[in-house]
């Protein structure tokens, strides 16, 4: 289970980047972050695997404090949280099978990670997970010569391979056609079923996250302003999340309201 409590960001700029954020994810479940851009819905993703340092708050993945740890301690946490990215993540001028490899350098020695000399074992799953994304025969195909859908789809079965204890998706399907998102939806929720594992979506696309999340997180100005299944989203949630900054904050003093949380400069 994933825990954020309190979890906020202000930037050496003054500009609150989230502001008190709380909020679990749990067991198999897929929960969709939606939200204007500027809400701070990247911004939240990136603190929970602390690839933005959060100023205060706390993240705790399975009794693990996140924010708690460094160094080698908190490179071993990072294994735990697979990271699939909005611009895919991948090193173009390697094969598909090296990109989704990289998904074991966390559990392999620098010597084997520079001469690329993973276990039988590793390179089994990396073919298995291969397959069970659609792509395989793809594995000696250079990244850049893949489509937008299956560089997305590389990218997922690198994540799969660290073994994660959950999923962490920027924007999956913001450069995709209508047909290829909503392949890629299918495919996160049908591994967060089969592995047991908790995905969390950060996503501008409402349909889909309608469509596809167990539970929806609506963002306004970087404020918590919306948490419940995608049947509690209603014409007034919607408002409330998509109207303008200072509507927003006026809804702070409103009692039957969550409380605030999380205010971001990035989407």
């Known amino acids: 289970m994933l825990h954020v409590t309190e979890l906020s960001k202000t930037y050496p700029t003054g500009d609150e980047a989230l502001k008190e954020v709380s909020m679990e994810v749990d067991g198999d479940e897929t929960l ?19 690839l933005v340092e959060p100023t205060s708050g706390t993240v705790v993945l399975d009794g693990t404090e996140i924010t708690a740890l460094s160094g080698s301690r908190l490179r071993a946490a990072r294994r735990e949280m697979g990271m699939i990215f909005q611009e895919y993540g991948l090193v173009d001028r390697l094969t598909v099978m090296e990109n989704v490899l990289s998904g074991r350098l966390g559990y392999v020695s620098n010597w084997q990670a520079f001469r690329r000399n993973f276990p039988a074992d590793d390179v089994r799953m990396a073919y298995e997970t291969l397959d069970r994304v659609g792509l395989g025969g793809f594995e000696d195909q250079r990244a850049d010569e893949l489509s937008g859908g299956q560089r997305q ?3 997922i079965a690198r994540a799969i391979l660290q073994q994660p204890k959950i999923l962490l998706v920027d924007e999956p399907t913001s450069s995709l056609d209508p047909e290829t998102s909503r392949t890629v939806m299918e495919l996160l929720t049908e591994i ?15 349909g889909l996250a309608v469509e596809y999340a167990d539970r929806i997180v609506g963002l306004a100005d970087g404020r918590l302003v919306f948490e419940g299944s995608p049947a509690e989203l ?16 006026e809804s702070e003093s409103t009692p039957d309201r969550p409380e605030a949380v999380g205010d971001v400069p990035s989407t």
């Open 32 to 50: 969709a972050i939606i939200g204007p851009s500027g809400a701070g819905k990247s911004t939240l993703i990136a603190c929970i695997n602390r």
């Open 153 to 155: 789809r590389v990218g």
């Open 192 to 206: 967060a079923s089969e592995e047991g594992i908790p995905v969390l979506i950060n996503i501008h696309e409402i």
């Open 234 to 249: 209603d014409e007034g949630s919607m408002d409330l999340i998509y109207r303008d900054g200072e509507a927003a904050e």
